[in-house]
């Protein structure tokens, strides 16, 4: 039997320890290959926010109107879709008017019933209420909108025309914006872009209602079949060192809608020059 205790030990050979990281070359090639990667990736990233933006707007108009016609059938009780259209001034993107919309139940009494000629739905501080940009308390509001809700950039005096603003809003934001068209059965964008083919009385060129019957009529007294194109754009471009705003129209959005209720949207595009 091999006595162990006297078997000779040799030393294991000496290793320098290993030393793991990276050096400051490999470090600054890394934050290269990062750095051009997010400045190669920014302008499609800040182009697909915008469309985004863009056809949300676009699918919220369209359900709620969809949902205004839904309510009045159901209920029984006419539905006004009042519409505000932003104004700019001098395309500067400083808004005197908030562009949105509001969808309210016309009825009166108790219990209510149907009445096109409720205060709620003659009432003409519906764009100056939005403009609050606070709820309107009326229990007979089914939705209120405010495209520009979110806020924006302000700035004033010498840059008072310079502006970014959040998300979007109706028609040509500024007179730099060229109108692009329409949709199918519509003439071209108006500077709102609140385009309805309805009779008239004075103000009210910017509302219509659904009836109990899914029909889309005037206000005017007559109820007569009305229909219509809503544009919606991107806001204006923050410009730098005095160069004018651009506008991107393939961000433009049409939502249409028929006398009989029918529903559409549509979607600038630039390679056709048309909507789709």
């Excluded at 915008?50 to 676009?58: E, F």
């Excluded at 003659?122 to 609050?132: G, M, P, Q, R």
């Excluded at 025309?161 to 108006?190: L, W, Y």
Aim: charged share 20%; aromatic share 8%.
């Amino acid at each position: 039997m091999v006595d162990r205790r006297k078997q000779t030990s040799f030393p294991r050979p000496w290793r320098r320890p290993t030393e793991d990281g990276f050096t400051l070359v490999e470090l600054l090639v890394v934050m290269f290959i990062v750095g051009l990667v997010a400045l190669t990736a920014a302008p499609y990233l800040r182009q697909g926010i915008k469309s985004s933006q863009s056809n949300t707007a676009a699918r919220t108009l369209y359900t709620d109107l969809a949902l205004a016609r839904s309510l009045a059938v159901k209920t029984g009780f006419p539905h006004l879709v009042e519409f505000c259209g932003g104004v700019s001034v001098d395309g500067s993107g400083t808004f005197t008017a908030v562009p949105g919309y509001m969808v309210i139940e016309c009825s009166s009494g108790t219990p209510p019933v149907a009445d096109f000629g409720a205060s709620q739905c003659l009432s003409t501080s519906v764009c100056a209420e939005l403009s609050n940009d606070t709820p309107s308390g009326l229990a007979t509001v089914r939705r209120e909108v405010n495209l520009l809700k979110g806020g924006y950039e302000a700035e004033s005096g010498a840059n008072s025309a310079v502006k970014a603003i959040s998300g979007v809003t109706f028609g040509v934001v500024g007179s730099g914006m060229v109108a692009t068209g329409s949709a199918p059965s519509e003439p071209a964008i108006p500077a709102d872009g609140i385009d309805l083919a309805c009779p008239t009385s004075g103000a009210a060129e910017r509302r219509f209602f659904f009836t109990k019957d899914g029909q889309a009529v005037s206000d005017d007294g007559s109820r007569s079949p009305c229909s219509g194109a809503l544009y919606i754009t991107s806001n204006l471009e923050k410009s730098k060192g005095g160069v004018s705003p651009t506008y991107d129209t393939s961000l433009n959005r049409a939502v249409e809608f028929s006398a009989a209720g029918g529903l559409h949207v549509y979607k600038w595009d630039t390679s056709q020059n048309g909507w789709r």
